[in-house]
Each structure stands twice: as structure tokens, then as C-alpha cells.
């Protein structure tokens, strides 16, 4: 279910589908895939998806290092 709404945009299952890859509930655990869909519904509004990618950038967490991005998304 997921998936599906996730891949119509759905900011929350996209935050869902990130946070699972990123402890490894039901898949592989995979922080590059977390990433993508805390990008995917950090991009769609998701205010926790926000937060996520910034720490991650901040912390080079399935992302590049990368400060100056990690603030952006921090504002």
C-alpha cells in the first residue's frame, strides 16, 4: 500500500517507505534508499521528511556531506 500511494505522490507514505528502509522493516535495510524518499516527501511538504534530510546531509547519512544543504533544508 505503501508504494502505491507513496508513487502518486503521497508525502506520508513516502515518509513511511523511508523510514522503513532506513531500520529495515519489511526490506533490506538501505540508508541511500531512505534518503530517496525522505527527498521524495521532504520535497512533497512533509515537515519530518524535512527534518530527516537535513540531519542526514548534516551527517552524511545515505547522502554526501554536505552543510550548506543540511541548512537549507533546516530552514
Excluded: P
Excluded at 19 to 35: D, H, K, L, P, R
Excluded at 40 to 63: E, I, P, R, T
Amino acid at each position: 500500500w505503501y508504494r502505491l500511494a507513496a508513487a502518486k505522490g503521497d508525502a506520508t507514505a513516502q515518509y513511511k517507505l523511508g523510514t522503513c528502509s532506513m531500520v529495515g522493516i519489511g526490506v533490506v535495510q538501505n540508508e541511500t534508499e531512505a534518503a530517496r524518499w525522505f527527498r521524495l516527501a521532504a520535497d512533497n511538504g512533509h515537515a519530518g521528511s524535512q527534518y530527516n534530510h537535513a540531519v542526514w546531509y548534516q551527517n552524511g547519512a545515505g547522502v554526501e556531506q554536505d552543510y550548506a544543504e543540511a541548512l537549507r533544508w533546516y530552514r
